[in-house]
Nanobody
Framework: VQLQASGGGLAQAGGSLRLSCVAS????????MAWFRQAPGKERELLAA????????YHADSVKDRFTISRDSARNTVYLQMDSLKYEDTALYYC?????????????????WGQGTLVTVSS
């Protein structure tokens, strides 16, 4: 599975961005996809995950009121809608995929990673 993330850029605080991640290759084997981010000097953080076949989705408490994960199976694409952006959301955002089931809101189990897309929020 190959993942290509896009949609990052510069946004003002309070604004919105939508990230996209297109999956290619053996997408039929995917169980779930997720979005992570990593800010400078900080650990990687899991933001949201979605089951690929049934669409059940989960969000971290830190972003659940502002970020929404969704998918378009026909386009093999997962999205992250980010609203009410804050300066603290500035980070490199990654999409990831896993073939193995189990709890999705865990840092482990994601085998495939996109290259990252940079989000910068100006205060």
């Amino acid at each position: 599975v190959q993942l290509q993330a896009s949609g990052g850029g510069l946004a003002q605080a309070g604004g919105s961005l939508r990230l996209s991640c297109v999956a290619s290759g053996r997408t039929s084997s995917m169980f779930a996809m997720a979005w992570f981010r990593q800010a400078p000097g900080k650990e990687r953080e899991l933001l949201a995950a979605i089951r690929w076949s049934v669409g059940g989705r989960y969000h971290a408490d830190s972003v659940k009121d502002r970020f929404t994960i969704s998918r378009d199976s026909a386009r093999n694409t997962v999205y992250l809608q980010m609203d009410s952006l804050k300066y603290e959301d500035t980070a490199l955002y990654y999409c990831a995929a896993r073939n193995i089931g189990g709890p999705l809101m865990t840092m482990n189990g994601y085998d495939y990673w996109g290259q990252g897309t940079l989000v910068t929020v100006s205060s």
